[in-house]
Every structure is written in structure tokens, then in C-alpha cells.
């Protein structure tokens, strides 16, 4: 590929020459947890500091984070649409991300509501804002637990959820459509998407230069992110025009209302990053439990300390005691249940032909010569014989992916 006078692989042919291994997406999904959880602890403890972290030079990076997680799920996300059939996608996505999720709120409920709630056990396991609290297994996100730290918010990280799932109606609903497989229309999408979110946001004087960005963002960082998944044959894999790229989100996540648009070279920057190949990192996997145990734990210390920890205190021990947490539920919840990934996907088949006699064989999304060459890549018999510890299926096995 021609890039002015420089030659360039396509982001496509760096992926397959690499078969996979490219260890920045496990760089990448560890890093933003990470990052997710240090801006948390600084909120709790040092409101000021962390109110200079989003309006100083560093907010546009503090801002990037989220929409950086969404355009990594949306890229690889997009590829199990293609290896599987619709009802196996929406299963392994239940799979991947429920359980874990579930333990979290369980033990939040059960564990440290019984044990800091002033109310009586009876009554407050009898109280309606208990009961509500499992809807966050299902997307309908409550933050608080009776009579538990007077009432303050225990899971802020599960604001993002939601619109995770609005991510995912998004993809099923452009795959029914046929949109996926159109990359023309599917760009043309993003970049109406990007334009209209910022006349709206300016419109409506949207707050853009805070901590959080808006919930659209992160559905259109997905969004970019299926996008250059379908353009990867096309997209030069260049260190200048990843470096244009950076330069070019940090400046538009600076200016009011630009996020949306900020988006589109961010989804360059976190790919390219992504398809490194890097030495490995030995607790990539860790990520998706990280970022859903960090808040209660970093809430609770910062609470039991009684306010006196500071963010460089506090963010060590979360970081620490995180991490123990996060390795349980991935030794014991996310890896075992990844290992049964082949029952599960034989258990939709069955159901499927049990529910649709006439059509046994489950239909799937149509692939390009480039998606299918993709594919092919990623089946290979070395690799499908180790489906639940090969390392790349961190980077391109969408059940694995936080």
C-alpha cells in the first residue's frame, strides 16, 4: 500500500503476518482498567486533584479512556459476528461478560452491604432498594445499597453498561440489516453519527470538557471501532499517521462539543496501538475484573478510613487488592467459563434446531474475501486445539474480551 512515499502494510496484512499475536490489545485492556481505576480513586479522595485532571492539559487523555475501551470492543467485538452464527454471538457475548459480572454484584450485596449497612439484617435484606440492586445484572444499573455508607454511590463504574448493551442491539440490528457487510454505508453511518453528535451537543450545550464523556460517544467509538475492523484491508499500518492520529484526538477531545469527532482518529490510535506486537503481559486477562471490582473496594478503604487516605495511598492498595480479586474471578468464574465455550455454542445449535426445525443450519453473516481470509487466519488448526489458553484469543476471540 502507496502512503504518499512511503510504503505501508495494511492494518489487515500486519494481523495476519503476526497471526494474531499482537499483545498491544492486552496492553491496551489492562492499561485503560487501570487508568479507569486511578481517575476513580483520585475522585474519592481528592475531589480538587481530580477536578484538575479533567479541566487541565491532561483531561483530553482522561477523557479518551472510555471511548478507547468502546472502540477496542467494537473492532474485535465485530469479528465474532463473522466466525458465528447470530444466536452463538449473542451467547458467547452472555457468556463473557454475565458471569463475572454477577459475582460482583452478589458479593457488593451480600458481602459488603451485610457487613457496613446500619440497618437491621432482616430489614435490610427485606428492602426494595436490595432487591432492585440485582437489576444490575441485567443492564438496569443501581448504585446504592440500603443504609450502606448513607446512601452514596458503591458502583459508579456500571454507568458504562448500558450503553454497552445499546452497542450490542447496535451491531445485531445493522447485521440484520446487512449494514455490517456494507462498509461504505457503515462509514457513511460514522461519520453522520460523529457530525451530528457535535451540532447536537453544541446545540444543546452539552457538558463535553468534564471528567465523563457523554454515553453517545462511547456508541460511536463502537461504532468507529466495527468501522476500521471492515476497512483493515484498506487502512496503511503507519507509525506517522498513528502519530497524526494522537495528536489529533488529544486536540479535538480539547475543544467543546469536538468529542464525537474525536472518536474517528482515536479508533486508528487505539488499533494501531492495539495490533503492536509487544513482549506479553502476564495479567492482560485481568482486566474485565478490575474494572468491575475497583469502585466498591476503593469506596469501602477510602470509608473505613474514615476520609484520611490520600489518592497515592489509596490507589495502591485498591490496585493491589483489586488484582486478588480479579484473579479470582478469573480463575474461578471468566476462564471456567470460557472453557466450556464449545458446549455453549453446542448447546445454541441444538436449541436453534430444536426451535427452527426446517432451517438446522443457522445462518451467518456473509464474508468478503477479506473477512474470509481473516478467518481463515484465525482457524487454524494450532490455534483452534487451544481455543481457551491461546494468548491471541485475548486479541481476536471476542468471548474473551472485557
Known sequence: MKLGVFEAQSLDQVMAARKGHTTGFDYLRIGLSLAVLFVHCLWISDVAGWQWLWSSWTGPVERSILPAFFILSGYLVVG??????????????????????????????????????????????RSPEFHAYFLNIIGYIHYTLPGVFGGQQLNVQLWTIPYELECYVLIVTLALLGLVQRRKLLLSLLIFGAVAGAALSYRNGWPTLQSVVSGRVLVLGFLAGMTIYQFRGRIPYNKYV???????????????????????????????????????????ALSYGVYLFHFPIAFTLYQVSGGALAWWELTPLVIAI?????????????????????????????????????????????????????????????????????????LVDTADIA
Request: charged letters at 15%; aromatic letters at 10%.
Open 80 to 125: 465474532s459476528l463473522f466466525r458465528n452464527s447470530m444466536p452463538q454471538f449473542v451467547a458467547l457475548r452472555v457468556v463473557r461478560l454475565v458471569p463475572a459480572l454477577a459475582v460482583e454484584i452478589v458479593l457488593t450485596a451480600l458481602g459488603l452491604g451485610l457487613v457496613f449497612t446500619t440497618l437491621s439484617t432482616s430489614d435490610y435484606l
Open 322 to 394: 483489586t488484582g486478588l480479586f480479579a484473579m479470582g474471578s478469573w480463575t474461578l468464574i471468566e476462564h471456567p467459563t470460557l472453557k466450556r465455550k464449545k458446549q455453549v455454542l453446542a448447546f445454541v445449535d441444538r436449541a436453534m434446531a430444536t426451535l427452527m426445525p426446517r432451517n438446522r443450519k443457522a445462518r451467518q453473516a456473509p464474508l468478503s474475501p477479506s473477512n474470509a481470509r481473516w478467518v481463515a487466519v484465525m482457524a487454524a488448526p494450532a490455534k483452534a486445539a487451544n481455543d481457551a489458553e491461546s494468548p491471541a484469543l485475548h
Open 242 to 284: 498513528f502519530l497524526a492520529s494522537c495528536a489529533a484526538t488529544y486536540m479535538l477531545f480539547a475543544i467543546p462539543h469536538m468529542n464525537f469527532l474525536g472518536v474517528i482518529p482515536l479508533a486508528y490510535a487505539t488499533v494501531y496501538f492495539g495490533t503492536l506486537k509487544l513482549p506479553k503481559v502476564p495479567f492482560g
